[in-house]
């Protein structure tokens, strides 16, 4: 479970940090 929760996490970063603009 942890790890496809992780996958999708790491596959949604781009757009997490371009929403949230930090780091």
Known sequence: V???YLH???AEW???QE???AE
């Open 19 to 21: 929403s949230t603009g």
């Open 8 to 10: 999708r996490t790491v």
């Open 2 to 4: 942890h790890g496809k």
């Open 14 to 16: 781009p757009a997490l």
